[in-house]
């Protein structure tokens, strides 16, 4: 390096004397780039050769498919409801449920298919213990099928009822009763509510106490008040013919038949047009008011209440100052004011009207004229009216992925978050069949009032008077166990506020549904999203307005309007859209129910091996998830009742589906397709 120059170019600078080497080193730099070569071609081929060992390892140890029966079984239920021919991500209830027909894949199939179970069990010989309750409900049963000791009794039995009950014009001699006599023996004795139904039930806000609740009537003609008068009046007419049959199979001249069945329909008609719907009622804050039986002996003074609700609810000890909770007092001034009008002009057309009902009720039990007169009119009102351990293993699951869920809902305050939590841990949890259900002594005990024969129809009504008997009794007297609302053969879950217990019957927790031997996404996706749904129901009141003063309102509305307008743009199968303001807390609940089973179902695959597949489905575990929930809703879809507090089945696929991210990525939906909007909610 010189000084006037300063540093030169590297190209011009001398080697050191160490540096210099000959021109024969040559051929050595050749074989350097020759073993850089071979160096880095056998390491491809090791990564190539490690990558096809983790494939094959990812194979061997993924899932497999379920060879047993009961998935084969499940894998022809899925084929024959789903249509594979539509894309997922365009229309997943289709793909799902395309070719389902009626109710052949939904809650109701499930029923039946219960209820077949049943009836095996029962027509099994010998499969009772002597003087054990369930000796009782092989009797009953054995007396329900013995149709020739039914058909040679006729209606002589049920005439032997109307006599008790005073007798009418229609058919023989008419004893000039008391109308509150007759009222109350229909309510204590036969279980029949002409003018308006009475019931125990527990308060609809706290404290949860029970009390004697009185609701509007339920009518067996589907009469709605949208109905066209064309539509109408081919309704009133087939039941008129159905009422006239009842006269006639009674012995009941054709002409006094008819005048007593126009008239009754008449007052049927009269009651309806005095009831309120639901949604009136809740706009005018008026669901229901707490009323004394002395005061609505005033404001409704043509029925004799404390006597009336005495012996329906007998032993309850009742005074005129009892609270009642009373759901439309409208509609039962209303109704007072017709009663008496009618008392005073037409009493015998009242005798006939309350026993033409009550022998509609009672048609299950007689003779098969009356049952296939009744069977003709459910027919033809539907033709009018029809329009275009393993288990509780599962439960813990879903109940602990709710409990970690409830960390991170950015709308609850940490007391309520804290309050919520315990709520879920403290929760009893019930499944398969109630206590007395399981223990001989119990079932015998729970049978001892009911009293077999000598007719069907007088066993029939003893099992309805001990039915209201036991409800009394459970009101009246604390048990050690919750009672249950449904039968264990029956498929529908429910929470109980006042007893904080959730209930799951066996009859739920069958195929297609759930079954140990199926793959674990279908119980997650199935069973699982109907545990966490009914979990859910626990904190309802927090998303009502004012239910949770504490916590971030404008988050928590926020979340919700999100909701509504989420659903709101989700087309029907017809190209319509459904107004969902009435079923937003369902809609809450399904999208909250999927979300929490599917992160179950994810831990539980994170931290257990041995998942299994259909086969021939070419379903992911994670689509297969998916498609399971589908499959809970599968039916044909149908006009809405105005008081179904569910969305339309379609809504109840596409709705929590396409708000969950996994569903998207794993079924590879594009940006903007249906099952892949652009923006998503978050409540839960």
């Given at each position: 390096?010189?000084?006037?120059?300063?540093?030169?170019?590297?190209?011009?600078?001398?080697?050191?004397?160490?540096?210099?080497?000959?021109?024969?080193?040559?051929?050595?730099?050749?074989?350097?780039?020759?073993?850089?070569?071979?160096?880095?071609?056998?390491?491809?081929?090791?990564?190539?050769?490690?990558?096809?060992?983790?494939?094959?390892?990812?194979?061997?140890?993924?899932?497999?498919?379920?060879?047993?029966?009961?998935?084969?079984?499940?894998?022809?239920?899925?084929?024959?409801?789903?249509?594979?021919?539509?894309?997922?991500?365009?229309?997943?209830?289709?793909?799902?449920?395309?070719?389902?027909?009626?109710?052949?894949?939904?809650?109701?199939?499930?029923?039946?298919?219960?209820?077949?179970?049943?009836r095996r069990i029962l027509e099994a010989p010998g499969s009772w213990h002597l003087g054990s309750g369930e000796e009782k409900a092989f009797q009953f049963y054995s007396s329900c099928m013995d149709t020739d000791a039914i058909e040679a009794a006729g209606a002589a039995p049920l005439r032997q009822v109307i006599e008790e009950l005073?007798?009418?014009?229609?058919?023989?001699?008419?004893?000039?009763?008391?109308?509150?006599?007759?009222?109350?023996?229909?309510?204590?004795?036969?279980?029949?509510?002409?003018?308006?139904?009475?019931?125990?039930?527990?308060?609809?806000?706290?404290?949860?106490?029970?009390?004697?609740?009185?609701?509007?009537?339920?009518?067996?003609?589907p009469l709605k008040q949208e109905q066209e008068q064309k539509i109408y009046a081919q309704i009133v007419r087939e039941y008129l013919t159905y009422l006239n049959q009842l006269g006639t199979l009674l012995g009941g001249e054709p002409n006094k038949v008819q005048e007593h069945a126009f008239l009754s329909i008449s007052i049927t008609s009269q009651l309806f047009q005095f009831l309120r719907p639901l949604e009136q009622r809740r706009a005018q804050g008026k669901l229901f008011q707490m009323v004394t039986i002395d005061q609505l002996q005033e404001m409704a003074p043509a029925i004799d209440w404390l006597s009336c609700l005495q012996a329906t609810f007998t032993p309850m000890p009742l005074s005129p100052s009892q609270l009642l909770l009373v759901h439309d007092l409208e509609y039962l001034k209303n109704m007072s004011q017709l009663v008496e009008e009618q008392l005073s002009l037409h009493r015998d057309f009242l005798q006939s009207h309350m026993i033409l009902g009550l022998v509609r009720t009672l048609s299950p039990a007689l003779d098969g004229k009356f049952q296939e007169a009744h069977r003709s009119l459910i027919q033809k009102l539907g033709e009018l009216t029809e329009r275009p351990p393993m288990a509780m293993e599962l439960f813990t699951a879903i109940k602990n992925a709710l409990v970690s869920r409830l960390r991170r809902i950015p709308w609850m305050d940490e007391k309520t978050r804290k309050e919520a939590q315990n709520r879920v841990t403290q929760l009893q949890v019930k499944m398969g069949a109630p206590e007395w259900a399981l223990k001989p002594s119990l079932a015998r005990q729970e049978y001892n009032d009911i009293q077999l024969g000598p007719s069907y129809l007088q066993s029939f009504l003893s099992c309805v008077r001990s039915l209201r008997a036991r409800i009394v009794q459970s009101f009246l007297q604390s048990f050690p166990y919750h009672r249950w609302q449904v039968s264990p053969w029956g498929v529908n879950a429910y929470y109980s506020i006042p007893d904080h217990v959730v209930?799951?019957?066996?009859?739920?927790?069958?195929?297609?549904?759930?079954?140990?031997?199926?793959?674990?996404?279908?119980?997650?996706?199935?069973?699982?999203?109907?545990?966490?749904?009914?979990?859910?129901?626990?904190?309802?009141?927090?998303?009502?307005p004012g239910g949770c003063p504490a916590c971030d309102t404008r988050a928590l509305q926020g979340a919700l309007l999100c909701l509504k307008h989420h659903y709101e743009t989700i087309p029907l199968p017809n190209g319509t859209f459904f107004n969902g303001s009435r079923t937003f807390l369902e809609n809450a609940v399904d999208i909250g129910g999927l979300a929490i089973a599917l992160q179950a179902y994810s831990k539980r695959l994170l931290w257990h091996r041995g998942e299994t597949i259909l086969p021939n489905l070419d379903l992911s575990p994670q689509q297969l998830f998916f498609r399971s929930y589908a499959q809970v809703m599968c039916r044909e879809p149908g006009t809405q009742e105005p008081q179904d507090p569910y969305s339309p089945p379609t809504l109840r696929v596409h709705g929590p589906l396409s708000n969950t991210p996994a569903f998207a990525r794993h079924f590879h939906c594009p940006h903007g397709a249906l099952m892949n909007p652009s923006s998503r909610c978050q409540l839960w």
């Open positions: 390096m010189s000084q006037a120059g300063g540093m030169r170019p590297p190209w011009n600078q001398e080697r050191a004397p160490e540096e210099r080497l000959p021109s024969a080193t040559e051929p050595s730099r050749q074989w350097s780039m020759v073993r850089r070569v071979l160096t880095a071609g056998l390491l491809f081929s090791l990564l190539l050769g490690f990558s096809v060992l983790l494939v094959y390892i990812f194979r061997s140890c993924g899932p497999g498919p379920c060879m047993t029966p009961v998935c084969w079984d499940l894998l022809a239920r899925y084929l024959a409801s789903g249509n594979t021919s539509v894309a997922p991500c365009t229309d997943f209830f289709n793909f799902a449920c395309g070719q389902a027909k009626g109710t052949d894949y939904s809650f109701q199939a499930l029923a039946e298919e219960n209820k077949r179970r049943l005073g007798g009418w014009r229609i058919s023989g001699n008419w004893t000039s009763l008391d109308f509150n006599r007759t009222l109350r023996l229909l309510m204590s004795q036969y279980g029949y509510f002409p003018f308006f139904r009475a019931y125990l039930r527990p308060r609809p806000t706290p404290p949860y106490t029970p009390v004697i609740q009185i609701d509007q009537p339920e009518f067996d003609v209930v799951f019957p066996a009859g739920l927790l069958q195929p297609p549904f759930f079954h140990p031997g199926y793959p674990r996404a279908v119980n997650f996706g199935a069973a699982g999203s109907i545990m966490a749904h009914e979990l859910l129901h626990i904190f309802y009141q927090l998303l009502l």
